[in-house]
């Protein structure tokens, strides 16, 4: 008989684990709005480099556009805009819009962090 | 003895599990979106998206292109919610100049300055497709029609954006008595040359023991070269609209009297042209 309780009482915790997974992943999952932006589709990401990229050509501040980068994540920086211009590269974006991602690649790749820089 | 015991045991049971489910899926490893949109972001990382399309369109002045990338949001009223953001970044001690970006942004979304539609080179590409566009291409026709949201408009569109630089004179000075208005507010209207309302203008107020920078076109809906400002009263005021534009003193909340012989407090209405 005691054997059977604790068989019972096992199956009673897996009931209970199965509803209370059951409940925050599909009943009241965490809010929509908090996804975080390294889990942006790739198409955003890219257009988010893009905007990065184009604001970078007006200001010419590398530090801001390296800051602003790490937005998708604590990769290096420099990765966020490789994957971009070959996700760029591969959806038929216009060459513009390449070289102004790849000009930032090349200020990314000659720079180097100073500490007091870089803050927007 | 053991048949004493009830089943109480099996609630037991379920609590425990339940804890930890509930620990486990909420906590330890709750659900996470990918392949999100940025409407799926949380309000601040969505502010950030906002501004970087706004930081953008200041460097690159293509609006089509600006609004595609707002429109991802669904806002209502996406200009409002800039002008709203700008406040908020203003109020919480952020970058003016961060700030003025969203206003003109907010000013030029649903006022568009005149375009200078430049003749198309040859080093200029085709407008680009939408990622959802351009990954169907390998099997779709090339007639596939882009959807709005992610058309960006040919760089060969340039705009004339104001030169913020240039000095203000103040065209026009008077004091507005208006019972409607409850609070005595300093109200600014700035234009440039053609007499078109102009956004991202700085102005700057000084008093006693204080002074404030804010920027036009914060609202939109009212004018894109408007900003006001709430006086207290029994203060005087100075006033300067650009960064080297005239200085106006003198400036309180004036008494006004409405029909019944009610005292209240109002304000004034200063119009600044460009030079």
């Known amino acids: ?16 684990a199965v509803i209370g997974l059951a409940f925050g992943w599909f009943v009241r999952p965490a809010p929509v709005r908090s996804a975080s932006p390294q889990y942006l589709r790739a198409d955003y990401q890219t257009d988010y480099v893009l905007m990065v990229a184009e604001a970078y050509a007006g200001e010419g501040n590398v530090a801001n556009a ?5 937005f998708l994540g604590n990769e290096q920086v420099n990765v966020y805009v490789r994957q971009a211009i070959l996700y760029a590269g591969q959806h038929n974006y216009s060459q513009v819009d390449i070289e102004t991602m790849n000009a930032l690649s090349m200020a990314l790749g000659n720079w180097i962090p100073q500490p007091d820089e870089g803050a927007k | 003895m053991n048949e004493d015991r009830g089943n109480w045991f099996l609630l037991t049971g379920i609590i425990i599990g339940l804890a930890f489910g509930l620990l486990y899926s909420l906590w330890l490893n709750p659900v996470t979106y990918v392949d999100a949109a940025p409407g799926s972001l949380s309000p601040a990382n969505q502010d950030h998206y906002r501004l970087m399309a706004a930081l953008a369109y200041r460097a690159n002045g293509d609006l089509g292109r600006a609004q595609a990338r707002l429109q991802i949001f669904d806002d209502d009223n996406p200009a409002y919610t800039l002008g709203a953001q700008a406040q908020r970044m203003l109020a919480e001690g952020g970058d003016p100049d961060m700030a003025r970006a969203l206003a003109q942004l907010a000013a030029d979304y649903n006022n568009p300055l005149p375009e200078v539609v430049l003749p198309p080179t040859p080093t ?7 990622p959802e ?3 169907l291409e390998e099997t779709a026709t090339p007639e596939v029609t882009p959807t709005p949201v992610m058309t960006f408009t040919p760089r060969a569109t340039l705009r004339s954006l104001p030169t913020i ?3 203000f004179d103040l065209r026009q000075r008077e004091i507005v008595c208006d019972p409607a208005i409850t609070e005595s507010l300093l109200q600014i209207e700035a234009v440039d040359g053609d007499g078109a309302p102009l956004a991202g203008v700085q102005v700057q107020i000084t008093w006693s023991d204080g002074e404030d920078l804010f920027y036009t076109g914060l609202y939109p809906r009212v004018s894109p070269g408007y ?8 203060i005087v005021y100075s006033l300067r609209v650009g960064e080297a534009g005239e200085t106006v003193t003198g400036l309180y909340a004036s008494p006004c009297e409405d029909g019944e012989g009610s005292s209240y407090w109002g304000g004034w209405l200063l119009r600044f042209g460009q030079q």
């Open chain 2, 227 to 234: 900003a006001d400002f709430q006086m207290e009263p029994e």
């Open chain 2, 133 to 135: 566009v351009a990954m």
């Open chain 2, 124 to 130: 200029l590409e085709a407008t680009p497709t939408p």
């Open chain 1, 66 to 70: 390296a800051e602003r980068l790490h």
């Open chain 1, 1 to 16: 008989m005691p054997s059977r309780r604790l068989t019972y009482f096992i199956l009673a915790i897996i009931v209970g």
């Open chain 2, 165 to 167: 630089a240039a000095p």
